[in-house]
């Protein structure tokens, strides 16, 4: 089966700019979430869908982030304006049930 | 492309008991990490450990970079360690891979 992609797998940016990342997830997979690695390695929790519903957004940093999951298929991770500590590696993974979970490859960003 | 293989797939224990998960590495990865997903999804770092051994608190872990596995010790398991657990290192193009990961489950 396909797996979890992602696109682009990497974005230069300026600050100020904006930038969509797309997370096409397993078929079938109702959950899906976004992580993201900045600066020292440790990997973040940013939201939790459960089809098109916010199931958690706890993780998100501010109100520049944006997701979404228009008919529970592919989800969008906007950043508007996108500033230097956004930069790091976004990534996602989708799960039929919560507690098992298949990993995208992530999309780098880099703000300049 | 580089596989990553964790066992065991399931693992159910009583509280109290003791578990060794594992994670190999078909090639060499650097920055190998385990990560905790607890049941409402969030994942959490526990050990960043490219290679040695490192404890903290119950749990501890181990990775010979020479091999390419790594192992997560869990001691005195309590319900709340229930979740799944990843290993995920980067490789040489800076991408960053996952292994499925064991869930674990453990019963008061």
């Known amino acids: 089966e396909a797996g979890v992609t992602q696109f682009p797998s990497h974005s230069v940016i300026e600050k100020g700019q904006t930038v969509t990342l797309r997370c096409d997830p397993i078929?079938?997979?109702?959950?899906l979430y976004w992580y993201r690695r900045v600066m020292g390695k440790e990997i973040k929790f940013l939201l939790h869908?459960?089809?098109?519903?916010?199931?958690?957004e706890s993780g998100m940093p501010n109100n520049r982030f944006l997701a979404e999951r228009t008919g529970g298929t592919y989800s969008t991770l906007k950043v508007q304006p996108a500033e230097l500590e956004d930069s790091g590696v976004y990534f996602c993974?989708?799960?039929?049930?919560?507690?098992?979970?298949?990993f995208g490859p992530g999309t780098r960003l880099t703000v300049t | 492309g580089i596989q990553v293989e964790q066992s065991p797939p399931d693992l159910i224990l009583q509280e109290g008991a003791n578990s060794t998960l594992r994670c190999n590495f078909s090639?060499?990865?650097?920055?190998l990490q385990w990560f905790h997903q607890n049941p409402w999804g969030q994942l959490i770092n526990l050990f960043y450990?490219?290679?040695g051994t490192k404890q903290n608190g119950r749990l501890s872990a181990t990775t010979v970079a020479t091999e390419r596995y790594s192992l997560l010790y869990i001691s005195s398991s309590q319900t709340t360690d229930s979740g799944v657990y990843f290993c995920?290192?980067?490789?040489?193009?800076?991408?960053?891979?996952f292994g499925k990961g064991t869930r674990l489950h453990i019963l008061p």
């Open positions: 995920a290192g980067d490789l040489r193009d800076d991408k960053i891979i």
């Open positions: 078929s079938g997979h109702d959950n």
């Open positions: 993974a989708s799960s039929p049930i919560v507690g098992v979970a298949y």
């Open positions: 090639d060499s990865v650097n920055n």
């Open positions: 450990i490219p290679s």
């Open positions: 869908f459960v089809k098109e519903s916010k199931q958690d």
